[in-house]
């Protein structure tokens, strides 16, 4: 099973940690492996680092979001960023109004739904704090055996599409030759793009960028439907 496979990788990652970044190790991954691979679009958010603490599981918290009281009573503003973003990702429907995104989606069972679809992976495995510490978070994400990790953990998934959450610049420290700078191309809006094996990595924002969530969902979803239009006629 893929969660075997994970845990297996973050044992080891784990036990290779100091012991005070060892007790505060944050799990994260695919939410639900059979939801994960009927999926028609596979989505995995590449983010900066989580907020749990000991015991904290991404995973599980991803899949109880809505269930388990715990949870719900720590609703997070990224996590619901990114059940916005993903409802447009799989609809497929750049001219939905407004309104209506907002309307399905407060909808607890469309909201678990869509979770369950998806990854989530950060590159700092150690609880952070609300905000990021770029200086923890750059020493973490850069450390080579951190990175040997992480492109073993990236290994098992083959998702259709990355969405970098402000973590492009750790993404090409990672893989370096495959994200070289003339690797990237932009969308006529601006929006930096690039290809590897049958993935395709997208630039874009921290789900807690501070800007109207419309404008950042429509802009995401115009990106992906350009990308998806030159796809076609390659």
Known sequence: M????????FSEWKSSLPQEQRDNFIPDGIVDEEKWSEAKLKILYLLK?????ADWDE???LAGYNTVQEFINTHSPSIDALITWTYGLTSGNVDEP???VL???ADKTIQSALLSKIGVVNFKKVSGFGVADSKSLDTFATEPSNQEMLRRQLALYHP???ICGGTAYYLEAL???DFAAEKWRTTSRGVRYAKRENTTYIDFCHPLIRAPRNMIYYSLLDAVKEIKSLDEHV
């Open 2 to 9: 893929l969660a075997e496979r994970e845990n297996a990788i």
């Open 49 to 53: 680092e989580v907020n749990g603490g």
């Open 59 to 61: 995973r599980e918290y």
């Open 98 to 100: 407004w309104s209506q």
């Open 103 to 105: 309307s399905a989606t």
């Open 160 to 162: 259709d599409i990355v």
């Open 175 to 177: 893989y370096r030759e």
